[in-house]
């Protein structure tokens, strides 16, 4: 990962142009870091829990229902109380496609997985506070379902 | 830290406890969850943080007013997004640099296009999107969720600009 060299480098940087100016930065790094930290861990304790719950196996099966968009909505649901990095997403998604899983349902998936965060709510709410939290999550849900629909038109799947 | 936090730290850890002791084994997976979901998250959130730190101190009020600010129009909507492009992780890390933007004078609805843009247009997962999907699904979806993602940030941004709503240091 290209992420600890990178910031260590320009860390390091800092340090030859300004030592008083990088200890502060560092300073602010961790005085933020920790007062976020419990917000992250409530998080990460609402993640393990969801995963057990809702298991990738539990997601293949329902993604692959056979109503367009019941599975569609399912997926919607799904991608908004889950949790899950690229890494894992992606690749599943790319075997749900083989099986014959529509794009609109993918769609549906995988966008409101990027824009909705239930599980990350903890932290939002810290930051935004909890109307705007709910408010943006809430639109973010409009636009994926959007997203998912002009796919489904676009991928011929279903029709105006 | 709130009451209700250590309530539910310590209950979490006591569960996860027992289960190791006793052999249950749903607990024993809900904590091999943690570990590689927290795993996950160490390699990700402290250099996001010293980077956040850095630009605190190296980059001046001024630069993000002009940029990002109040008067920036139309230019704050693309350094939103391009800095969303070069954002790494997902909404959880966007958070955080929203409210280091915030602290430096970029205005609200600027902010939401950078959090909206950073969920749907970072450049790696886009590259691994269209690699298993298709460049054709991900143009779709870049092109219909990055206008409509602009959009509905300038109104949300517009409409708490005037009702005097701030970001939060990540106490709220």
């Given at each position: 990962m290209w992420l600890y060299p990178g910031v260590f480098l320009l860390l390091l940087f800092s340090w030859f142009m300004d030592r008083e100016r990088t200890y502060k930065a560092v300073k602010i790094a961790a005085k933020r870091f920790l007062k976020i930290l419990p917000a992250f861990i409530e998080m990460l304790i609402l993640v393990s829990l969801v995963l057990y719950l809702v298991p990738d196996r539990f997601i293949a099966e329902y993604l692959s229902s056979k109503k367009i968009f019941t599975a569609t909505l399912v997926a919607s649901l799904i991608g908004s109380i889950t949790f899950m990095p690229g890494f894992i997403v992606f690749p599943l998604c790319g075997i749900l496609l083989k099986k014959g899983v529509p794009y609109m349902v993918l769609s549906a998936f995988t966008t409101t997985l990027m824009m909705v965060g239930v599980l990350t709510f903890p932290v939002e709410k810290s930051y935004f506070g909890v109307r705007v939290a709910i408010v943006r999550n809430l639109i973010s849900f409009l636009i994926a379902m959007i997203v998912a629909i002009a796919t489904g038109i676009f991928f011929g799947e279903v029709s105006l | 830290m709130t009451f209700r936090k250590w309530i539910l730290f310590s209950g979490y850890a006591a569960f996860l406890l027992f289960s190791y002791i006793f052999g249950f084994a749903p607990g024993r997976e809900i904590g091999k969850n943690f570990a590689t979901f927290g795993l996950y998250m160490l390699k990700i959130l402290p250099p996001v943080f010293v980077l956040i730190g850095l630009f605190e101190v190296w980059v001046s009020r001024e630069t993000v007013e002009r940029h990002m600010?109040?008067?920036?129009?139309i230019r704050g909507y693309l350094w939103a997004v391009l800095l969303a492009g070069t954002t790494v992780g997902g909404l959880y890390v966007a958070f955080p640099v929203a409210y280091a933007l915030y602290n430096k004078g970029a205005r609200l609805g600027v902010i939401f296009a950078y959090v909206g843009a950073s969920a749907v247009c970072r450049i790696p997962m886009t590259v691994f999107e269209a690699s298993f999907l298709g460049v054709k699904f991900t143009a779709v979806r870049m092109l219909v969720s990055l206008p409509l993602v602009l959009i509905s940030s300038a109104l949300l941004g517009a409409y708490l600009e005037k009702r005097g709503y701030r970001i939060s240091d990540g106490s709220a």
């Open positions: - | 600010g109040r008067t920036s129009g």
